[in-house]
């Protein structure tokens, strides 16, 4: 079964930093386009930010613009996404999605972008 993981996960006070981990379970990420996704309960899925697979161009909510930061490392087949400055409401669960290489990451942020998606990992920012 292909299936990204996360981890990196867990309890933050405002102001601190996260970061998470996408690595692929049956396969490897690199050929994937790769968003990061966080959802709260009552709450749609809402797109974070995304990477390309081809050129590693990305996207990102504006709400996170200046704060997180998506990148990945290939030799070790994982993407990762750096949250700086967390707020309480960033608080949530993140999930990792891989999708094909051939949409632009300009439209990287609709999940229905993505095939493959993970359990997800709980990040709470609170004092």
């Known amino acids: 079964q292909l299936q990204p993981v996360e981890s990196g996960g867990g309890l933050v006070q405002p102001g601190g930093s996260l970061r998470l981990s996408c690595a692929g379970s049956?396969?490897?990420?690199?050929?994937?386009?790769i968003g990061w996704f966080r959802q709260t309960p009552g709450k749609e899925r809402e797109g974070v930010s995304c990477?390309?697979?081809?050129?590693?161009?990305?996207n990102y909510a504006d709400s996170v613009k200046g704060r997180f930061t998506i990148f990945r490392d290939n030799a070790k087949h994982t993407v990762y996404l750096q949250m700086n400055s967390l707020r309480p409401e960033d608080t949530g669960v993140y999930y990792c999605?891989?999708?094909?290489?051939?949409?632009?990451?300009?439209?990287?942020?609709?999940?229905?972008?993505?095939?493959?998606w993970g359990q997800g990992t709980q990040v709470t920012v609170s004092s």
């Open positions: 999605a891989a999708g094909p290489p051939h949409f632009l990451v300009s439209y990287g942020l609709g999940p229905h972008n993505y095939d493959y």
């Open positions: 049956g396969f490897t990420l690199d050929r994937y386009n």
């Open positions: 990477i390309s697979s081809s050129d590693g161009s990305t």
